[in-house]
T-cell receptor, first 111, second 115 residues
Framework: EDKVVQSPLSLVVHEGDTVTLNCSYEVTNFRSLLWYKQEKKAPTFLFMLTSSGIEKKSGRLSSILDKKELFSILNITATQTGDSAIYLCAVRNNYGQNFVFGPGTRLSVLP | GAGVSQSPSNKVTEKGKDVELRCDPI?????LYWYRQSLGQGLEFLIYFQGNSAPDKSGLPSDRFSAERTGGSVSTLTIQRTQQEDSAVYLCASSSSGGATGELFFGEGSRLTVL
């Protein structure tokens, strides 16, 4: 059974700090790993990673995948209060079409 | 529509009653997913529709849960004889390519409370 573990489950930082969120996974026949941001109810897409070692970057957010060690990290530099959200990691295999989500990391950025 | 639309946004029901949750995906999106999110938890996969193919129902937790998608567009998730453990936010998502690009577009969800 495919499985996604995220850590920490909760994190409180101050504006300007840099944070690293972790996602480890077990999946049969890996296809892709995805990061989503959930502020209220609807998660929004951040990144999709399929290859090891290639960093994806969008503004202050970046992510990288290690397919050998089966994990990914999401970095947020110079955090802002608007970064406060739940960050969800999901994996997908080549057999089915569903995305298996982790429990999420709840990030709180204090002013 | 401009985005994925779900209704009702909130539903309070009594244990044992049936409920129907509706999802109207983005126009033209062939893939539609239902997820359930309990308080403080991640997203639990329920069911997936892709075009005219048979749906992947592998995530439905019991035979009280069913879903259909009429005309390849609107989907309805039905929960019969609701139980308190069914209380959760039910999220619907759609995609234009079965999620091949990774981008699922989520609705705002239907929050179900079973008393």
């Amino acid at each position: 059974e495919d499985k996604v573990v995220q850590s920490p489950l909760s994190l409180v930082v101050h504006e300007g700090d840099t944070v690293t969120l972790n996602c480890s996974y077990e999946v049969t026949n890996f296809r892709s790993l995805l990061w989503y941001k959930q502020e209220k109810k609807a998660p929004t897409f951040l990144f999709m990673l399929t290859s090891s070692g290639i960093e994806k970057k969008s503004g202050r957010l970046s992510s990288i995948l290690d397919k050998k060690e089966l994990f990914s990290i999401l970095n947020i530099t110079a955090t802002q209060t608007g970064d406060s959200a739940i960050y969800l990691c999901a994996v997908r295999n080549n057999y089915g079409q569903n995305f298996v989500f982790g429990p999420g990391t709840r990030l709180s950025v204090l002013p | 529509g401009a985005g994925v639309s779900q209704s009702p946004s909130n539903k309070v029901t009594e244990k044992g009653k049936d409920v129907e949750l509706r999802c109207d995906p983005i126009s033209g999106h062939t893939a539609l997913y239902w997820y359930r999110q309990s308080l403080g938890q991640g997203l639990e996969f329920l069911i997936y529709f892709q075009g005219n193919s048979a749906p992947d129902k592998s995530g439905l937790p019991s035979d009280r849960f069913s879903a259909e998608r009429t005309g390849g567009s609107v989907s309805t998730l039905t929960i019969q004889r609701t139980q308190q453990e069914d209380s959760a936010v039910y999220l619907c998502a759609s995609s234009s390519s079965g999620g091949a690009t990774g981008e699922l577009f989520f609705g705002e969800g239907s929050r179900l409370t079973v008393l």
